[in-house]
């Protein structure tokens, strides 16, 4: 198993690392992408901030006006530079670990499960912050649009589900020629 430097002082023990973080990174990134490239430019059913409740405290900013899209596009792309970064730190953390012929780990299903719990993990916590605590927007506002969210919300368990099992059946994947990790 690759194992993370000790340090200089050589007090701590070396802790293994595997493809788990850099995984799960790659899906919270890929997943924000997703969401945002699809519900926000595609079908344009949302932005991040075109529906604040009221309660928040937090200005109304309406996709169709000029001035409400101009807040939205701004918040819109702070997102996508946020899972722009994800994204990066996630290949920068996998790059780092593999030591190994990189295209066993880009065919393993542990990264591939990883990725899926990330992209799970990443429309639970959006679904939850921003659908039902925050209230900043919906998947889809109008008629049924709890059922929207909740729909968006079980597709995240079910990534996250599929992944773990994706990712408990994987073959251990070398990353440093003798060691394995899933």
Same mark, same amino acid.
């Given at each position: 198993?690759?194992?993370?430097?000790?340090?200089?002082?050589?007090?701590?023990?070396?802790? =293994?690392?595997?493809?788990?973080?850099?995984?799960?990174?790659?899906?919270?990134?890929?997943?924000?992408?997703?969401?945002?490239?699809?519900?926000?430019?595609?079908?344009?059913?949302?932005?991040?901030?075109?529906?604040?409740?009221?309660?928040?405290?937090? =200005?109304?900013? =309406?996709?169709?006006?000029?001035? &409400?899209?101009?807040?939205?596009?701004?918040?819109?792309?702070?997102?996508?530079?946020?899972?722009?970064?994800?994204?990066?730190?996630?290949?920068?953390?996998?790059?780092?670990?593999?030591?190994?012929?990189?295209?066993?780990?880009?065919?393993?299903?542990? @990264?591939?499960?990883?990725?899926?719990?990330?992209?799970? +993990?990443?429309?639970?916590?959006? &679904? @939850? +912050?921003?659908?039902?605590?925050?209230?900043?927007?919906?998947?889809?506002?109008? =008629?049924?649009?709890?059922?929207?969210?909740?729909?968006?919300?079980?597709?995240?368990?079910?990534?996250?589900?599929?992944?773990?099992?994706?990712?408990?059946?994987?073959?251990?994947?070398?990353?440093?020629?003798?060691?394995?990790?899933?």
């Amino acid at each position: 198993m690759a194992v993370a430097p000790v340090s200089a002082a050589g007090g701590r023990r070396a802790r =293994p690392v595997g493809i788990a973080l850099p995984g799960i990174l790659l899906g919270v990134g890929l997943g924000g992408f997703v969401d945002g490239i699809v519900l926000h430019q595609i079908l344009q059913w949302h932005h991040l901030v075109t529906g604040p409740d009221p309660r928040l405290g937090l =200005p109304y900013h =309406p996709a169709d006006t000029v001035d &409400g899209l101009r807040v939205n596009t701004l918040a819109d792309g702070l997102f996508h530079a946020g899972t722009w970064v994800a994204v990066l730190v996630g290949l920068m953390l996998l790059y780092r670990r593999v030591r190994s012929p990189r295209r066993r780990v880009w065919g393993s299903r542990a @990264l591939w499960g990883w990725l899926l719990v990330g992209w799970g +993990v990443f429309n639970l916590v959006e &679904g @939850l +912050v921003n659908h039902h605590l925050l209230r900043l927007h919906h998947v889809r506002a109008g =008629p049924g649009q709890l059922w929207w969210d909740l729909g968006f919300l079980a597709f995240g368990a079910l990534l996250v589900g599929a992944g773990w099992l994706l990712r408990r059946g994987a073959r251990p994947v070398d990353l440093d020629d003798g060691h394995p990790q899933v």
